[in-house]
C-alpha cells in the first residue's frame, strides 16, 4: 500500500520509523505534503542563492534569508497545521524563486540541473515529478539520513534565527551558510564526506545562531536573573502565552499594561519571568500549567485566550471550548484560529487578544507555589566563585545537563525517576521544556545552590556549553570532557537536533540523548556518531546511574 504521507523529523513519529498515514503530532497527509512542497522550493531558492553568492551577483539578500528561515520554521514539528498559510508560502516562494532565475540569467550563471531548481511552479507538476515524499527519493539510506540531519538542524537553525531577527539581529554568515547546505542537500551526487563536514558545519552555525539570540535577548531584555516564579493565579483575568517569542510577550504586556488583565507565560515561555526589561511589568503574573503536550486540559481551565507565538501546537479536540479564545503569530498556524500579523512598524497589534480577555473568567487554579530559575551563564558567572569552592570540596561531585524537550511518551518518566535518583551531591543543568519533569520536585540545594539550575528555553542550552567552557579554563582542563559534567539530553524536535549538533561542534562527547535514538539516522550513521562522538542512547535509571554518576 503507497503511503499516504512520509515523516520521520520528531522523536513520536510512528514505531521509530516514520508516520505514513497521519502524524502522530496531529498532521494530515495533505498538509505533510504541502510541507514536502515548500521545503522543495526551499531547497531551489536556497541552490539558486548559492549560485548567486559564488558569482557575486547582487540581489535581495536580506529578504531572500528571512523567507527562507520563515519558510523553514513553518515546517518544524507542530509549528504549522493551517494548508492556506503554508501554500501562501509556497506562492511567494514561487516567484521569489523566478525572480532569483531572472537575475541569474541576467548574469549568465548556468544552475545545476537539480529537480528543485527545474521545477516551474505549478503544484500539479510538482506532485507529477514525484516529489510527494521527497525523502524517500533518495534510495540510499545513509544519504538520506545525512541529508536529513542537515536539513532538521537548518530548520532549528531557522527558528533560532527568526526569533533572533524579530529583535534586529542578523548574521549574513548563518544565511550564507544555510543557502550553501540547501544546495548540496539538493545536489543528487552528494558524496558522503561533503555530507558529513556539512553535518559537523551546520552543528558550528547552532553555536552562532544560539549566540546570536543570546546577544538579541540579553541586549534587549537584560541578562536573566534569578527568580522565583509563581505558579498559582490570582483574580483578574487573564491571557495565556505559549511559545518562545520575547519580542511578542513584551508587545502584549505593553498593550495589557493598565488593563487589569494579567498576563501568564505557558511552557517554553516561562523564562520570559527571568529577564529584566520583562519582569517590570507587575500583571507578568506567572506561569500556569507545564509542558507543551498537557495543553488540551490546561487550555480549558485557564478561561481566557491563548497566543501561540511559535510551534508546540496541539490539535484540540472538535469539543474543545478553546478553540474560538486561541491566536497564533509568526510562523505558527492552525486552521479555524485567528492569526495576528506583524505590523509595519514590527509590533503587533493584540487589540482583538485584550477585548476577548476583559469578558473572561480568571485561570482556574491547577496548582500552587514558586519555582526558580534564571541561572543562564551570566548569572552563573556572579556565582562562580561558591560553585568552584563547592566543586573542589566535593560539595559538588558532578554536574548532569538535562536539557532538551519534553513530550507525551510514557517513557520520558525516566528523566523524572532519573532526576529523583540522583545523588544529592549532583547538580542538574536544564533548559527547554524538558524540565518539567523535575523542576516542580522538592530536590533541595547544595550550600545555597539550588539542584536544579534551569538557564531558560531550548536555544539556552547554549548557556551551557558557555558555562562548560569557562569550567575549562578555570580547572585547566585539555578537554571539555575532562570536566565533571555529563550530558543525558531529552530530544523531541528540530531545535533539539540542532542543540546537539552544536554541542558535537563544541568536542563535547558521550552525550546520551532519548527516550529513542531518531528514527532518521541509519544505523551506518548512528554508528558514525558512536565512534566518534561517543554518541549513546539512555538504558534503565538505574544502569545509567550506576555507569555515569557513581
Keep these: 500500500m503507497e503511503n499516504q504521507m ?59 534569508g528571512d523567507y527562507l528561515m520563515d519558510a523553514l520554521f513553518t515546517t518544524i514539528t507542530n509549528a504549522n497545521f493551517d494548508d492556506q ?32 531548481v527545474k521545477w516551474g511552479g505549478e503544484k ?27 536539513v532538521l538542524g537548518l530548520k532549528g537553525i531557522a527558528a533560532y534565527y527568526e526569533h533572533a531577527s524579530r529583535l534586529g539581529e542578523r548574521n549574513e554568515a548563518i544565511v550564507l551558510f544555510t543557502e550553501k547546505a540547501l544546495a548540496l542537500i539538493s545536489n543528487p551526487e552528494a558524496q558522503m564526506d561533503e555530507l558529513i563536514g556539512t553535518v559537523l558545519a551546520t552543528g558550528q552555525n ?28 490570582g483574580k483578574n483575568p487573564g491571557i495565556l502565552v505559549s511559545g518562545h517569542d520575547l519580542k511578542d510577550i513584551e508587545d502584549l504586556l505593553r498593550q495589557t499594561e493598565g488593563t487589569g488583565i494579567d498576563v501568564y507565560t505557558h511552557s517554553e515561555m516561562l523564562p520570559a519571568h527571568y529577564y529584566p526589561q520583562l519582569k517590570k511589568y507587575k500583571h507578568l503574573a506567572g506561569n500556569y500549567g507545564n509542558a507543551w503536550w498537557k495543553q488540551k486540559e490546561e487550555f480549558e481551565t485557564f478561561n481566557g485566550p491563548i497566543v501561540f507565538t511559535t510551534n508546540c501546537i496541539v490539535p484540540p479536540t472538535p469539543k474543545a471550548s478553546y478553540q474560538d479564545r486561541v491566536f497564533t503569530t509568526n510562523s505558527a498556524g492552525y486552521p479555524g484560529w485567528k492569526h495576528i500579523p506583524v505590523g509595519a512598524d514590527g509590533h503587533k497589534d493584540f487589540s482583538r487578544v485584550i477585548e476577548i480577555a476583559r469578558h473572561c ?3 482556574t487554579e491547577i496548582e500552587h507555589g514558586e519555582i526558580i530559575g534564571g541561572f543562564a551563564h551570566a548569572q552563573v558567572f556572579e556565582l562562580a566563585d561558591q560553585i568552584v569552592e563547592a566543586v573542589k570540596s566535593g560539595a559538588i561531585r558532578k554536574f548532569v545537563v538535562m536539557g532538551g524537550c519534553d513530550g507525551r511518551m510514557k517513557s520520558r518518566s525516566y528523566y523524572t525517576e532519573f532526576a529523583q535518583a540522583l545523588p544529592k551531591d549532583v547538580v542538574i543543568l536544564t533548559s527547554g521544556c524538558a524540565k518539567y519533569r523535575y523542576n516542580k520536585l522538592q530536590l533541595g540545594d547544595i550550600n545555597g545552590i539550588p539542584r536544579v539550575l534551569d538557564a531558560g528555553q531550548c536555544n539556552d542550552s547554549y548557556s551551557w556549553a558557555v558555562v562548560a567552557l569557562k569550567l575549562k ?10 570536566l565533571p559534567i555529563m550530558f543525558n539530553i531529552a530530544w523531541y524536535e528540530q531545535k533539539a537536533v540542532i542543540v546537539l549538533l552544536a554541542l558535537l561542534s563544541l568536542g563535547v562527547k558521550n552525550i546520551h540523548i532519548g527516550p529513542t ?8 550513521v548512528v554508528k558514525l556518531l558512536q565512534e566518534n562522538f561517543g554518541l549513546g542512547s539512555i538504558s534503565t535509571v538505574e544502569e545509567d546511574i550506576e555507569k555515569y554518576i557513581l
Aim: aromatic content about 6%; glycine content about 8%; some cysteine.
Design 361 to 363: 473568567e480568571p485561570p
Design 517 to 524: 535514538l531518531p528514527g532518521f539516522t541509519s544505523p551506518n
Design 473 to 482: 579554563e578555570i580547572f585547566g582542563a585539555n578537554d571539555i570532557n575532562e
Design 206 to 233: 547552532g553555536v552562532d545562531v544560539m549566540a546570536l539570540l543570546d546577544k538579541a535577548n540579553t541586549s534587549t531584555y537584560g541578562n536573566p536573573q534569578i527568580t522565583k516564579v509563581n505558579i498559582g493565579v
Design 6 to 64: 512520509f515523516c520521520f523529523q520528531c522523536q513520536e513519529t510512528a514505531k521509530g520509523t516514520g508516520c505514513t498515514v497521519r502524524g502522530v503530532c496531529g498532521k494530515l497527509p495533505e498538509t505533510a505534503r504541502w510541507q514536502d512542497l515548500l521545503v522543495s522550493v526551499v531547497r531551489g531558492i536556497g541552490t539558486i542563492a548559492d549560485a548567486l553568492n559564488t558569482a557575486n551577483v547582487d540581489y535581495d539578500h536580506i529578504g531572500t
Design 124 to 150: 500539479a507538476d510538482y506532485l507529477a515529478e514525484g516529489n510527494r515524499e521527497s525523502i524517500l527519493r533518495n534510495t540510499d539510506e545513509d544519504i538520506r539520513s545525512l541529508k536529513e540531519l542537515i
Design 85 to 116: 498559510a503554508i501554500l501562501q508560502r509556497v506562492d511567494r516562494g514561487i516567484a521569489l524563486k523566478h525572480e532569483l532565475i531572472r537575475k541569474s540569467e541576467a548574469a549568465g550563471i548556468t544552475l545545476p540541473d537539480y529537480q528543485e
